[in-house]
């Protein structure tokens, strides 16, 4: 059974720092593109980063500059580093894979396995 469990969420102040981690099980997911989306209370879910197998990135301008997506195919791990943080922010954070997909810019419908997501609350 495919698996993505998400950690590291939490509630913040603003201008802190929090880590998340993915880690996916049931399959190798090297060769997968890997992306982070989030969905804050009555707003669509939006992606906040992606990376490919090879390690090409792409973020939201929203984040771009304050958060860091990587990966440890190793240890079949991907995380995203968000620094700077906003009351913004605040969002229910969902780690997703796209199998077999190289390319940067995927839509989140080209992805095919999705965590249950992990909240992140900032306070200002």
């Known amino acids: 059974q495919v698996q993505l469990v998400e950690s590291g969420g939490g509630?913040?102040?603003?201008?802190?720092?929090?880590?998340?981690?993915?880690?996916?099980?049931?399959?190798?997911?090297?060769?997968?593109?890997?992306?982070?989306?989030?969905?804050a209370p009555g707003k669509e879910r939006e992606k906040v980063a992606a990376i490919t197998p090879n390690g090409r990135t792409d973020y939201a301008g929203s984040v771009k500059g304050r958060f860091t997506i990587y990966r440890d195919n190793a240890k079949n791990t991907v995380y995203l580093q968000m620094n700077s943080l906003k009351p913004d922010d605040t969002a229910v954070y969902y780690c997703a894979a796209a199998r077999d997909r190289r390319q940067i810019g995927l839509s989140e419908y080209e992805y095919d396995y999705w965590g249950q997501g992990t909240q992140v609350t900032v306070s200002s």
Request: charged share 15%; net charge positive.
């Open 11 to 39: 509630l913040v102040q603003a201008g802190g720092s929090l880590r998340l981690s993915c880690v996916a099980s049931g399959r190798t997911f090297s060769s997968d593109a890997m992306g982070w989306f989030r969905q």
